[in-house]
T-cell receptor
Framework: DSGVTQTPKHLITATGQRVTLRCSPR?????VYWYQQSLDQGLQFLIQ???????AKGNILERFSAQQFPDLHSELNLSSLELGDSALYFC???????????FGPGTRLTVL | SQELEQSPQSLIVQEGKNLTINCTSS?????LYWYKQKYGEGLIFLMM?????EEKSHEKITAKLDEKKQQSSLHITASQPSHAGIYLC????????????FGTGTRLQVTL
C-alpha cells in the first residue's frame, strides 16, 4: 500500500459525459501527478500540481482539467468523453517535486 | 522529446534463474526510476538512480545506471514467482522529476 488513495476504482460511462476522478496523496506529500495508461500509448504523464499550483504539463487534452485543493487532494475532470479515453488513470504523489513518486491503485475508466 | 526503449518486451524464466532488463534513453538522464506493476494495478516504486555509474540493490533486485547516464539495467537474482509482473523504467529528462517519461514495459513471467 503506497498511501495514495484514488476513487472510484472503476467507472463506466457513456461518450459525451463528464467524470471526476479523485486522489488523496500520501500524508505530507505536496506534489500530485496524474498519468494515463492505455494499451496503445503506455503510461503517459498528464499534469503535476505542487502545493495547489500547476507545476508541469504533459500530454493533457483540453477536454481534461485538474486541480489541487488546499487540503492537497486532487481531482482530474474529464469531459466530452470519447471511446479513446478509456484507460487506467493513475495519481502519484511525492514529498518534493524531485523525489520519487508513489502511485495510487488507479481508476479504470470505461467509456461505452 | 525523450524516448525510452525497454528490452526485452517480455521474458519467461524458470524459478531460480537470473535475468536482466534493459532501459535505454535517447537523451541523457537526470534520473532513472524503476517501477513494478501487477497487471491492471498501481505501480510499486523499486529504485531511483541519479548518478552515472550508480548501483543500488534491494533484496534480490539490483539496478545500475551507466556512466553516460543513458542506459540502465535491472537485474534479478534467483527469480521467484513473486517477481512476476511488468517492469517499467521512468526517466527524468528535465532535472525536475516532474515529467517522467516511461518505457513500454517488460512483462516478466516466472515459471515453477
Amino acid at each position: 500500500d503506497s498511501g495514495v488513495t484514488q476513487t472510484p476504482k472503476h467507472l463506466i460511462t457513456a461518450t459525451g459525459q463528464r467524470v471526476t476522478l479523485r486522489c488523496s496523496p500520501r500524508s505530507g506529500d505536496l506534489s500530485v501527478y496524474w498519468y494515463q495508461q492505455s494499451l496503445d500509448q503506455g503510461l503517459q504523464f498528464l499534469i503535476q500540481y505542487y502545493n495547489g499550483e500547476e507545476r508541469a504539463k504533459g500530454n493533457i487534452l483540453e477536454r481534461f482539467s485538474a486541480q489541487q485543493f488546499p487540503d492537497l487532494h486532487s481531482e482530474l475532470n474529464l469531459s466530452s468523453l470519447e471511446l479513446g479515453d478509456s484507460a487506467l488513470y493513475f495519481c502519484a504523489s511525492s514529498s518534493r517535486p524531485d523525489n520519487e513518486q508513489f502511485f495510487g491503485p488507479g481508476t479504470r475508466l470505461t467509456v461505452l | 522529446s525523450q524516448e525510452l526503449e525497454q528490452s526485452p518486451q517480455s521474458l519467461i524464466v524458470q524459478e531460480g534463474k537470473n535475468l536482466t532488463i534493459n532501459c535505454t534513453s535517447s537523451k541523457t538522464l537526470y534520473g532513472l526510476y524503476w517501477y513494478k506493476q501487477k497487471y491492471g494495478e498501481g505501480l510499486i516504486f523499486l529504485m531511483m538512480l541519479q548518478k552515472g555509474g550508480e548501483e543500488k540493490s534491494h533484496e534480490k533486485i539490483t539496478a545500475k545506471l551507466d556512466e553516460k547516464k543513458q542506459q540502465s539495467s535491472l537485474h534479478i537474482t534467483a527469480s521467484q514467482p513473486s517477481h512476476a509482473g511488468i517492469y517499467l523504467c521512468g526517466a527524468d529528462g528535465t532535472g525536475t522529476a516532474s515529467k517522467l517519461t516511461f518505457g513500454t514495459g517488460t512483462r516478466l513471467q516466472v515459471t515453477l
